[in-house]
């Protein structure tokens, strides 16, 4: 697979373009690029280097991590080269030309970008969402100066409220609410709601639900060991 066709099959983010910002989540027609497989597809590896290569012009290295579900953030200040792989990372704040990526099928990939370039990217399972990594991820921001208030975020594809079915000690843990039954949570919601707590005023939301639209994305809950990327690309202006 060469770079163009990559990053033609992709899911772009609307809303950060217009300042900018390039961001998007790959569809099922762009192929498996789930690194951490068992057995991995034999042609992720050279999915990914295709992808990096095609960003290349504007993000001369693609950042991403071994995702455990947990809240542990990577700051990116100072430019590097070529794919980067860390371990035990949830979210990337990156301040410098680059890219940083995380894996998805179902969980919430959640994007920031502030208009002086610099983004973010959070990978937010119902773990991540109850530990609270995105309220963590702009932190990062507010740490280095840049207002939660001018920030841009976008729930990106995802499993939606009406697939996505829990037990009673999950539930509380997402809602703080006592249950006896299975129920329905809307994890993209919940992260809503805990950016405006964090500060934020300008959130979107994708339509696409990975388990509705099995068709166009990779789904855990459908079956899939397949999984999507979502990437999102510093701008020009980078950040402090």
């Not at 033609?8 to 373009?17: L, M, N, Q």
């Not at 300008?202 to 459908?222: E, V």
């Amino acid at each position: 697979m060469t770079g163009a066709p990559a990053l033609e099959a992709r899911d772009p983010v609307a809303e950060f373009a217009r300042i900018g910002v390039t961001a998007f989540t790959t569809t099922r027609a762009a192929g498996d690029f789930a690194l951490a497989a068992p057995v991995p597809d034999a042609g992720c590896l050279a999915r990914w280097t295709a992808m990096q290569a095609a960003l290349a012009p504007a993000a001369p290295g693609v950042v991403s991590s071994v995702q455990v579900h947990g809240t542990g953030v990577a700051k990116h200040t100072r430019p590097w080269v070529g794919l980067r792989r860390l371990e035990g990372i949830d979210a990337h704040v990156v301040t410098v030309p680059g890219a940083a990526a995380v894996t998805v099928a179902d969980c919430v990939p959640v994007f920031l970008a502030h208009p002086t370039g610099a983004v973010g990217i959070v990978h937010a399972g119902w773990r991540g969402t109850a530990a609270r990594v995105l309220p963590e991820a702009m932190a990062h921001f507010a740490a280095a100066g840049l207002d939660p208030a001018d920030l841009l975020v976008h729930l990106g594809p995802a499993i939606c409220g009406r697939c996505y079915e829990v037990g009673p000690d999950v539930y509380e843990q997402l809602t703080g609410w006592q249950t006896i039954r299975h129920r329905h949570v809307d994890l993209r919601a919940l992260l809503a709601e805990q950016a405006k707590a964090a500060g934020a005023v300008r959130l979107s939301a994708s339509p696409w639900c990975t388990r509705c639209d099995n068709d166009r994305f990779f789904s855990h809950r459908a079956g899939d060991a397949g999984r999507q990327i979502s990437v999102v690309v510093a701008g020009a202006g980078g950040g402090p």
